[in-house]
């Protein structure tokens, strides 16, 4: 199986708590041209999860690293009437489970409740995929918004554990009805 995106639905919402009725939330996936929310994903995560400079980040590798290069990748740009603010990655490891990476929202956008909203739309995605238990590795910072979206900690995968940089990450398990 070689590595490709398996995005085939785009998402819109309008903001159900905001004051300005037009305010609407979309998710563009993400495929391999380098469009502008191609570049935009890539901006998000460079400055959110990887603070590497520009020179210092390839994105080709992170387009496509996989452990052992058969999964499929689910890229999902969340944008905020018109503007790119969060980024998700969904690696389908096998038909029935998926790994979350790459989740992240600009500086500034935080605590905004925009976060909830990538939630929603990567939740939706994997269940639309036939996704039955989603994994991930969470920050620190990060456990106590992923326990609220009803992921719990379980060690899925201790090979994972080895090679996740740095090593202080938490891995939780959700699984979809």
């Known amino acids: 199986m070689k590595n490709e995106s398996v995005c085939k639905t785009a998402y819109k919402d309008v903001r159900k708590d905001s004051d300005h009725a037009k305010d609407t939330y979309s998710v563009a996936c ?6 502008e929310d191609y570049h935009a994903f890539h901006e998000i ?5 990887t603070e590497k400079s520009d020179e210092d980040y390839y994105r080709d590798f992170f387009d496509n690293y996989f452990p052992d290069g058969t999964h499929k990748r689910a890229r999902l740009l969340l944008k905020f009437n018109g503007y790119a603010i969060g980024t998700a990655a969904i690696d389908k490891v096998t038909d029935n489970a998926a790994v979350m990476r790459m989740v992240a929202v600009r500086d500034g956008w935080r605590n905004k409740g925009h976060g909830q909203a990538l939630a929603k739309f990567f939740l939706d995605h994997a269940q639309a995929n036939g996704i039955k238990t989603l994994c991930l590795n969470a920050v ?38």
Request: glycine share 4%; aromatic share 10%.
């Open 30 to 35: 993400i495929g391999t041209v380098k469009n």
């Open 45 to 49: 995560f460079r400055t959110v999860l």
């Open 140 to 177: 620190p910072a990060s456990v106590s918004y992923y326990q609220r979206l009803g992921f719990q900690e379980e060690c899925w995968d201790k090979d994972v554990l080895k090679i996740v940089q740095p090593p202080d990450r938490t891995q939780m398990v959700k699984h979809l009805d």
